[in-house]
């Protein structure tokens, strides 16, 4: 299993991205998923948390912004990335949540700058 992440890429400050992740391996219905984000020098965090019946759990800083759903027909994970800011920078990567050390892909960046 590894997740492959989309979507990431360059916007302003105020901007939205959508990210996905899907994998076709993964049994997905049984996991609780989450969205991670990791800048150079920095442990990787947990940005949003999403588990088997579709309750959400975010970090402070993106609350109010960012919204994670599931579809667990298509195997896929979303982020809605709304208001950005350029402290929102960084490689995206989705996991289960407790993550799977073997199971990171590669992420997808998120740069966020005028």
């Known amino acids: 299993v590894q997740f492959v992440e989309s979507g990431g890429g360059l916007e302003q400050p105020g901007g939205s991205l959508r990210l996905s992740c899907t994998d076709s391996e993964v049994n997905f219905s049984v996991y609780a998923m989450a969205w991670y984000r990791q800048t150079p020098g920095q442990q990787r965090e947990l940005v949003a948390r999403i588990g088997r019946r579709e309750n959400t759990k975010y970090a402070d800083s993106v609350q109010g912004r960012f919204t994670i759903s599931r579809n667990n027909a298509r195997k896929t994970l979303y982020l809605q990335m709304n208001s950005l800011k350029p402290t929102d920078t960084a490689v995206y990567y989705c996991?289960?949540?407790?993550?799977?050390?073997?199971?990171w892909g590669q992420g997808t960046q998120v740069t966020v700058s005028s």
């Open positions: 996991n289960t949540d407790p993550s799977d050390p073997g199971w």
